[in-house]
């Protein structure tokens, strides 16, 4: 399976925000994916952020995140980064 920003971002709609019951894609909280080629898998960085700077479900969408993609063949290592710049608003939500 090659894996893409595509697949990686498909993947992570599997995520869903606790608090507002919509994934954490179509909500506009992916904000950036890095693919990190290694000798053997592809290592992804993802720039996430939340809908408020102290939003209680972040760590459980944090390790969600980890863990789906941790499920995806020749996925090795997977970095999920906190920025709160740009703030999130709801505008960066999708039609969906």
């Known amino acids: 399976m090659t894996i893409t920003e595509d697949l990686v971002r498909e993947e992570l709609k599997k995520v869903i925000d ?12 992916i904000y ?5 080629p290694t000798e053997e898998k592809i290592n992804v960085k993802i720039d996430m952020t939340m809908t408020s700077p102290m939003c209680p479900a972040g760590p459980q969408m944090i390790a969600n995140s980890k863990q789906v993609l941790g499920q995806v063949e020749g996925v090795g290592e997977v970095e999920v980064k906190i920025v709160l710049d740009p703030p999130w608003t709801p505008d960066r ?3 969906d």
């Open 18 to 29: 606790p608090e507002l019951f919509v994934n954490i894609v179509d909500l506009g909280l």
């Open 32 to 36: 950036n994916v890095d693919l990190v």
């Open 93 to 95: 939500m999708t039609e």
